[in-house]
């Protein structure tokens, strides 16, 4: 039987500000990739986050990125490997402590936004966040887009990772995510997101933006929390995989 993890980027509030339907999601995903006070969130909303993971029985990872709270994380800064380790330990090491007070174990890390992004393409990032995670946690799971370099990296220092697709997001023919504000960036037709999230997880297959089918290889499916339309996707996209006959479980049932 297929296996897949369907994980949703969550806990992405700012103080009175409330992002996203977090309580609504938690139950129905496998595992949540917190934010960690860079882009988005605080101390109280990583807290209170755990906790309902906890409640709901779903896998916490952690979802570092650039200390970007105008950009939501989403503007590529210029930074050496050396600084995009230290920023991915001290957030990782934040959600770890409410992890501990909440007896959970983190279990994985998904680098956020533009940090995600350009360690997709860069081997020397991709190294350095690999390398940060491993001297943590040799145990921890690397979330990342697949084909990317950081598959790449965590392969060459033995970092356990996971291949991530993208429900709400569309493919350049490299494999890489169409740059926001570019047409055909985001995918908001709650069926279309369907039909290419099935896809890709069976037959291991999804559309580019130019119209050529690629190869990808799918153990996630990641839905945005802040999408407007997110809860519906996630209900949605959960029926439909099994209904295919795939199993939804969390990332250490996969990799």
Known sequence: MLKIDLNCDLGEGF??????????????????NIACG????DPIIMSRTVAMCKAA???VGAHPGFFDLMGFGRRNIDVTPAEAKAYVQYQMGALQAFCTANNMRLSHIKPHGALYN???KDIDLALAICE????????????????SKMLDAAKKIG???????????????????????????????E?????????????????????????????????????????????????????????????????
């Open 159 to 189: 970092l356990r990772a996971a291949c991530e697709v993208f429900a709400d997001r569309g493919y350049e023919e490299d494999g890489s995510l169409v740059k926001r504000g570019k047409a055909g960036a985001m995918i908001t037709n």
């Open 118 to 120: 350009m360690a997709g």
């Open 57 to 59: 029985g779903v896998a």
């Open 191 to 255: 069926n279309e997101a369907v039909e290419r999230v099935v896809r890709m997880v069976t037959e291991g297959k999804v559309r580019a933006v130019s119209g050529k089918d690629i190869n990808i290889k799918a153990d996630s499916v990641c839905v945005h929390g802040d999408g407007e339309k997110a809860l519906e996707f996630v209900k949605k996209i959960s029926k439909a995989l099994c209904g295919a006959g795939v199993k939804l479980c969390s990332l250490n049932e996969i990799v």
């Open 15 to 32: 103080g009175s500000y409330n992002m996203g339907q977090d309580a609504d999601i938690i139950p129905l995903i496998t595992s949540a």
């Open 132 to 147: 940060g995670i491993k001297e943590i946690d040799n145990n921890l799971i690397l979330l990342g887009l697949s084909g």
């Open 38 to 41: 860079a882009h988005a969130s």
